[in-house]
């Protein structure tokens, strides 16, 4: 992944992450506690899948689901989804998503978003 597909996925996380800080805002959630997230992956094939898993275990990450994608238009990726019990402060941050895209850059992967339960 180049440093310009990198910045234009930061872009998009960062708009994304804007909205959803605002809707979060709106109904009063605390952003400072820690509550469960989960992170979406797409990998191309099940080694990267797997190497992505790992990398994201190491960062402290539970790995929740490693599996070839349901049928039809993603049948030829892997999803990885990864859990960790953070602040939505962090996961609004810029710091994690950029280190997210990165980590999933390294393996021919991408970085889909996150999302919890308010």
Known sequence: MTEEEIKK???EHRERNRELGAHFKAHEVDLLVARPIEFHFWAWNQRDAAVLARGLYEMGFLIRLLAPAPTG???DRWTVEAGA???LEQAL???LT???I???GQDDAVFDGW???V
């Open 93 to 95: 941050g810029e710091g």
């Open 102 to 104: 990165r980590l999933a």
């Open 9 to 11: 996925l930061t872009s």
């Open 85 to 87: 019990k953070i602040p």
């Open 115 to 117: 999302g919890t339960n």
């Open 73 to 75: 238009d993603d049948a």
């Open 98 to 100: 950029d280190k997210l």
